[in-house]
């Protein structure tokens, strides 16, 4: 059985993933800040904090630390100035405490900042911020700026029932994807928008909207990234408004915000779930949905030539089954993924495998998250 990584169901993603972290101890004698970081990665899981370097394209063990996160749950990150930021608290209750948390890559300690109260639909960051999104049911949805420190600075609040489930941002404005209440479109399904903010004051400055009321289907989007002028978003699915069902989709929707318009790029397989691009902005990297295809995919879509690859992960491995998924880039064009037994260390131009280790039995089925340290 394959564990779920990115945890969706067809339509608009509602990622729910919380955790409650203890403060890290003092340092271990393979303390993180005594080592050299740029030209390698730190994989965070549950219990550790591990470094490797790619020298040779091999990876090497550099130093590992404990770190205690607490309850198996899967949700977002971001990084922020050596930072991997995360919100914390218990999804089926208002009343507990909420939080930030970053952990400084540098040094490995592990810090939370309370916030409001409240459960989260979504999350996201830009250059300079991270983002929390909380929705209520027939209310709108509420966005919480936090800077780098965890301390919140703004606060947008869209007074129409909708779910906020992602944000991106680049040249000073965020973009939210979510799904808003439109009666013109559908009564009982809220069509995907996104909707745009100045980052600095968190003014909402413009809304698009990719379905057409005569359509019999509403594109059911669930996950976004911007590239220069141009937002990339996953059509998971097309679903009928009438009776509600679901058809399986190959596409990414592409909207020119310069010129605005829409186009498509076609993938090979359904399902197109999550997008993220890569460190160089050279190709998207397009995760489909493991449950339904019963495999892991990455579509890789080069955006100066234009052209769409698929990486079918189990084939790297032989038959070591994948029990969990995570991946990260560098700006020399690696990909390096783990999948649960294994670290893989995969050349995005040449197409092949560069590295593999299995990963250390503490490890495995642990990942969380893998931070890149990558002189900017």
Known sequence: MMKKIFATTVGLILIFGFLAISRQSEDTESSLDKIQKDGSI???TYDNLVNYSLKNNKFEKQAEQPINIKDEQNFDYAEINNQIMFSLGHVQSSKNDFQIGKIDVQTGMLTTEKRDAMPITGLGDADNYFYTMTSQSGVGTTIQQFNDSGETIGTAILETPSVGSKIVGSQDKIFMLAGVEDKE???TIYPTKVLVYDEKNLELLDTYQFDNPNDETLIGLTSIEVVNQALYMPVTA??????GQWN?????LVFDLSKEETSFIQVKESFPTFIQK???QENLLILHESNMLEKYVLSIYNLKVESVNTLDIQSLLGEEEISNFIFTTTKDGKLIMDTGGSL????LNSREVLDKIELDKNLKDRGLYIYSHESY
């Open 238 to 243: 097309r679903r009928n408004k009438t009776n």
């Open 278 to 280: 890569d460190k160089a």
């Open 42 to 44: 730190t994989l965070l």
């Open 248 to 252: 399986e989709s190959k596409e990414i």
């Open 344 to 347: 893989i260390l995969y050349d």
């Open 185 to 187: 479109i559908s009564k």
